[in-house]
């Protein structure tokens, strides 16, 4: 992963910090996965872990628990 990778998904993980809502976090991660695909890039796999994560915690919220 490059240096602009690593830069990239930390000014994210920032972001994401401030968003209560994990919905909104997925859509935001959801949506710089799909700009990398667009460019053919790789995803890298810290933000692919992110989108399961987040996945995760939409269907535990969505399910009361």
Known sequence: MTEQ???EIAELNLRLE???DPRRSYAIV???IR???R???A?????ALMER???AEC???SQGR
């Not at 995803?43 to 933000?47: D, I, S």
């Open 53 to 55: 994560r987040l996945a």
């Open 30 to 32: 959801a949506e710089r």
């Open 43 to 47: 995803v890298p796999e810290a933000l």
């Open 59 to 61: 269907l535990t919220e």
């Open 5 to 7: 990778m690593q830069a």
């Open 39 to 41: 460019h053919g890039q």
């Open 35 to 37: 700009a990398y695909r």
């Open 18 to 20: 401030e968003i209560d």
